[in-house]
């Protein structure tokens, strides 16, 4: 049987701890710092894999599509750093609840805090990575254009995304622990099926619809675009915005009846 809902306990909740960004900003930070304490380099050494990562799949990839490493470079520089971005958030929202196990039984606080917290502690990773991004725009010669202002909402909103996603995944993984090896899973097999290392304009007939329809693609999309000048496509942000109608709508639903049972599933 259903416990009965509590929707006005869960918009409390979410309300909170968005509200509380000097905390978040703060534990962030200090989460951030924690990770790479008595290292040389500190976060630039999840940037030096992923400069290693392009430049060895740009010279191998580039000369067997045929594609001049100028244009390929950007692209699959932009896309990685986007993924790398979500994908970490949405693995590491599997086991938000659970790792913050101590802080739940023992204080009454917003659980959509400790989410903010990990977005926030990964949007700092995310700017150590885009030292390689300048490093591939004096490359490549990217376009820095108006259209470049665009990551700034495009990133807003794809954390927005993050946020009900890893409320609800926190959620059933906290109740259910093989849920996060599955997304794990899932996400392994969506890197490659996502265009991400490769174009959209290397599929052909109905092979389009796996760009078309790919939600995970969408969310790329309107912050890679940006990032090499370019406004993204309608049809991008029209999938996003619906995500994040639907999808807050059902954490809605799913956070009111279930937030007051994941202090007894961690």
């Not at 903010?116 to 004096?138: E, K, P, T």
């Not at 993984?173 to 490659?192: K, N």
Request: aromatic share 16%; proline share 5%; hydrophobic share 55%.
């Amino acid at each position: 049987m259903l416990p009965p809902p509590d929707y006005s306990g869960a918009i409390d909740d979410i309300v909170a701890g968005l509200r509380m960004r000097e905390i978040w900003g703060r534990m962030g930070w200090a989460e951030a710092k924690r990770r790479y304490r008595r290292t040389v380099i500190g976060p630039f050494w999840s940037s030096l894999s992923m400069a290693i990562f392009v430049v060895s799949l740009s010279i191998v990839w580039s000369q067997l599509w045929k594609i001049d490493p100028k244009e390929y470079v950007p692209y699959l520089t932009s896309g990685l750093m986007v993924w790398t971005f979500f994908s970490t958030c949405i693995t590491e929202g599997c086991g938000v609840f659970v790792a913050s196990e101590n802080l739940i039984k023992q204080l009454r606080i917003s659980y959509t805090m400790l989410v903010c917290i990990l977005i926030w502690r990964n949007i700092i990773v995310l700017l150590h990575n885009f030292a390689i991004y300048i490093l591939v725009v004096l490359f490549a010669h990217v376009p820095v254009t108006w259209a470049t202002l665009l990551a700034l909402p495009a990133l807003a909103l794809l954390c927005i995304n993050i946020i009900w996603i890893a409320i609800v995944l926190g959620m059933f993984c906290a109740r259910y622990r093989d849920i996060q090896q599955i997304i794990v899973s899932f996400l392994q097999v969506a890197l490659f099926v996502t265009p991400i290392l490769w174009s959209p304009a290397q599929l052909t007939g109905r092979a389009v619809y796996i760009v078309d329809y790919n939600l995970l693609y969408h969310y790329i999309e309107i912050l890679r675009e940006p990032l090499m000048g370019k406004a993204p496509p309608l049809w991008s942000w029209f999938m996003v915005l619906m995500s994040t109608i639907v999808g807050w709508g059902v954490t809605l639903f799913l956070y009111g009846r279930f937030r007051r049972r994941i202090a007894y599933w961690v």
